[in-house]
């Protein structure tokens, strides 16, 4: 079973510019979550989708953060403008809804420079 | 009230002893309790979970302990490895809301010295 990818692996940009990162979920998958891990600390969730739908947002900054899932499948986090506390760890992880267990799955994640 | 709270958060053991890692959570709505061991460079993978139903879970060298009275639960690795050398997460989640989001820890850094 293929894994949930992520692209790209690192990014280094400066702040005021934008960058979009995308998440490919494992095949199935119907519930989508974007993390934000900053060094040193424990993933927070930024936005949670089911299909193709937000289930929670609340702690998405939404004056520079935006996320789609277009057809409840593939999804993309974008960052504009971003700032230096950015600097993070974006891990895109996807679970299968109505299994015994709801386990999210992780992909590498993306590290988020911004300079 | 959303919070998990984890200690230590670094841990030196020995290969062959055991590992002791604790969490503390508020939410009594909570009804799922992962454990997840992320390694350099790799995104966390599930390690082992436990339920409110039940006060232990066993898993090969891993058990979960969990005391619901005092909203605690701990990681236990027995006969650590060095490959056990990662950092660990507890979380929480209230599957039961439809909103299942993971409230994790704040990690604990794992050694393990041969």
């Known amino acids: 079973e293929a894994g949930v990818a992520q692209s790209p692996r690192y990014k280094i940009i400066e702040k005021r510019q934008s960058v979009a990162f995308w998440c490919n979920p494992i095949s199935g998958h119907a519930t989508l979550y974007w993390y934000q891990q900053i060094l040193g600390q424990g993933p927070k969730l930024l936005i949670q989708f089911q299909n193709n739908g937000v289930v929670d947002d609340s702690q998405l900054p939404k004056d520079r953060f935006s996320a789609e899932r277009l057809k409840g499948v593939d999804s993309t986090l974008k960052i504009q403008p971003a700032k230096l506390e950015d600097s993070a760890v974006y891990l895109c992880?996807?679970?299968?809804?109505?299994?015994?267990?709801?386990?999210?799955?992780f992909g590498q994640g993306t590290r988020l420079t911004v300079v | 009230q959303q919070q998990v709270k984890q200690s230590p958060q670094s841990l030196i053991v020995q290969k062959g002893g055991i590992s002791i890692i604790n969490c503390a959570y508020e939410n009594t709505a909570f009804d799922y309790f992962p454990w997840y061991q992320q390694f350099p460079g790799k995104g966390p993978a599930l390690l082992i979970a436990?339920?409110?139903?039940?006060s232990e879970k066993k898993e090969g060298r891993f058990t979960i302990s969990f005391n619901k009275s005092a909203k605690q639960f701990s990681l236990h690795i027995m006969d650590s490895q060095p490959g056990d050398s990662a950092t660990y997460f507890c979380a929480a989640s209230n599957e039961g809301s439809g909103a299942d989001k993971l409230i994790f820890g704040t990690g604990t850094r794992l050694q393990v010295f041969p």
């Open positions: 436990i339920r409110p139903d039940v």
């Open positions: 992880a996807s679970s299968f809804s109505g299994g015994e267990t709801t386990e999210a799955f």
